[in-house]
């Protein structure tokens, strides 16, 4: 089937090898020689790939045609002894079929390279398992049209320095841009459900458009089902994982969205509350879309790989940060964010790290408190703290730092994470307007929240708040505790030490001894009230 065209990809007409590899592939070519062995010896996909488009790539795969790839390790490590080299890392990973790995691989590392060795692959599968009923050599062209896309079916034979390409596809879809499987899409995928998302990783990360007949194939409801179940949920995380830290994280998850693939994956509990309305995958995506979008106006090098990252998983559960599920199992509830949908999305659905889940959870409570103090970020009035509406009673400091002193507090909350919550909650300003329909069109004023996003930035930074959490009180406990006549700490004294940190937020040119005075003062006070 046709499928949109696009401008043609440079593609080089051969493999251009650097010193490093040119003398790996002299190694295993002098091991055929040393013994005699007649076989030939071919790279594998994504370095086939990547080594035509341009690209460097350090992931070497080696498909032998006749042998085991122990059998033909255990004979590069002779040769190259013999030459007088030193061989390391040798290590047989065998067939897992539980975790896809159908075939055993041998590793060894030379010139500082991690090399795999792996026969060619002919597998022959029974209907409702991905474990192997027949194993056997293959040929080239067996193992090519078993490849996940016909981009990544290209060999490299050393034996000739030649590109072989036996489904007559591999170059011509690489030049056109073009996702295509080998063989027909929904057998491809029921082979391996993992190779629904990897096209769509691949399609993302290189700009290239999906076949027609593939997203028919993901995006029916076979296909669908068995991944929802045949996958584990480790794996899919992994996959989408990749997606938000790669070069296309919009592109990636709205193919998913538009394959309707996206509850699929961010599969939710059964039990939830408030229901989740139709097209909130759509809402999700273009969260994501904003921020990626504001991220790139503010500046990349604002945020560091990971609060990129999460940012981005972030916005995309906007949507959903009220909404809660019901565990079945009766575990007492210890944090406020346990029974969050986004945290059993992290948790459950996509198997990431707590971490990740308690940051952007935390990121979504931080942004709503942010949301009240952008006024005074984007304003020189004086701020009136009766607005914000989760003030601390106990904060004393003048009233016109209030807003920073509470900023202090709320900073010193979420840390490293402060931008980030920041850059979400100008995406929900101002908190009583709906903006799902301008999010939709893609009419959201990006501009207007990037001045929102640096008036915060800049007056954080100009009040000395951006790394907060690292100001120590002025008065340590052992000096509290002189003051309330106390003899050992307790909650008493972790009170006062939030409220001096409150005054001396307040007072940034304060001194430790008019911090002593005013808690003498201040304790005196409420001792004769």
């Known amino acids: 089937m046709a499928v949109p065209s696009r401008p043609p990809v440079q593609v080089r007409d051969n493999v251009q090898l650097n010193e490093t590899e040119q003398k790996i592939f002299d190694r295993l070519l002098g091991t055929l020689r040393r013994f005699g062995l007649q076989n030939q010896l071919r790279v594998a996909g994504g370095w086939v790939r990547d080594k035509l488009l341009g690209k460097e790539c350090y992931d070497i795969d080696i498909s032998l045609d006749n042998m085991l790839g122990s059998e033909f390790v255990d004979k590069v490590q002779d040769y190259v002894l013999h030459v007088g080299e030193e061989a390391q890392g040798i290590a047989v990973i065998p067939c897992n079929p539980d975790q896809s790995k159908h075939l055993e691989t041998a590793r060894m590392h030379i ?36 490849r996940d896309l016909t981009i990544n079916s290209l060999f490299y034979n050393l034996n000739t320095s030649s590109i072989e390409d036996y489904t007559k596809r591999g170059i011509e879809d690489l030049t056109s841009g073009v996702i295509v499987t080998p063989l027909p899409s929904k057998a491809t995928f029921m082979d391996d459900l993992l190779r629904v998302l990897r096209a769509i990783c691949f399609g993302a990360r290189f700009g290239f458009i999906l076949d027609e007949e593939l997203k028919e ?6 296909v669908k089902a068995a991944l929802s179940v045949k996958i584990t949920r480790e794996r899919i995380g992994t996959e989408i994982d990749l997606m938000i830290s790669g070069n296309q994280p919009v592109q990636a998850l709205a193919y998913i969205s538009d394959l309707k693939l996206f509850w699929v994956v961010f599969s939710l509990h059964t039990k939830h509350e408030p229901e989740v309305s139709e097209g909130w995958d759509r809402l999700c995506v273009s969260y994501l879309v904003a921020t990626w ?11 560091t790989d990971k609060q990129r990252r999460l940012s981005l998983y972030a916005a995309m559960f906007l949507p959903l940060r009220k909404t809660m599920y019901k565990d079945n199992r009766g575990k007492k509830v210890w944090f406020p964010w346990f ?22 959870v935390n990121v979504h409570f931080a942004m709503e408190k942010f949301l009240f103090l952008i006024p005074y970020f984007a304003s020189n009035e004086d701020a009136r703290v009766s607005d914000v509406n989760w003030a601390r009673e106990s ?26 919550a920041l850059l979400m909650s100008t995406l929900l300003y101002p908190p009583n307007i709906d903006c799902t329909e301008d999010l939709l069109s893609k ?72 911090c002593l005075n005013w808690m003498w003062k201040t304790h005196c006070l409420k001792m004769i009230d």
């Open 111 to 146: 010139r500082d390279r991690w090399i795999d060795f792996v026969n060619l692959r002919c597998e022959e599968y029974c209907e409702n398992s991905r474990i192997p009923t027949v194993h056997k050599y293959g040929t080239p062209e067996e193992d090519a049209y078993r």
């Open 217 to 222: 194939a993901a995006a029916c409801d076979e």
């Open 293 to 303: 979008n504001l991220i790139q106006l503010i500046g990349l090098s604002n945020f």
């Open 339 to 360: 029974d969050s949908m986004v945290n059993y999305i992290f948790r459950d659905s996509l198997k990431r790290k707590a971490s990740d889940a308690e940051t952007v």
């Open 395 to 420: 904060v004393d400091a003048p009233l016109t730092s209030k807003p920073w002193v509470l900023t202090g507090f709320l900073l010193r909350e979420i840390k490293d994470f402060w931008r980030v």
């Open 443 to 514: 009419n959201f004023e990006l501009e207007r929240r990037r001045s929102l996003f640096k008036a915060a930035e800049d007056a954080i930074f100009k009040l000395g708040l951006a790394k907060v959490w690292d100001v120590k009180p002025l008065l340590n406990g052992k000096e509290i505790m002189n003051v309330l006549q106390l003899k050992t700490g307790g909650p008493l004294v972790r009170e006062w030490q939030q409220k001096i940190l409150a005054w001396q937020l307040g007072r940034p040119s304060g001194t430790a001894e008019e």
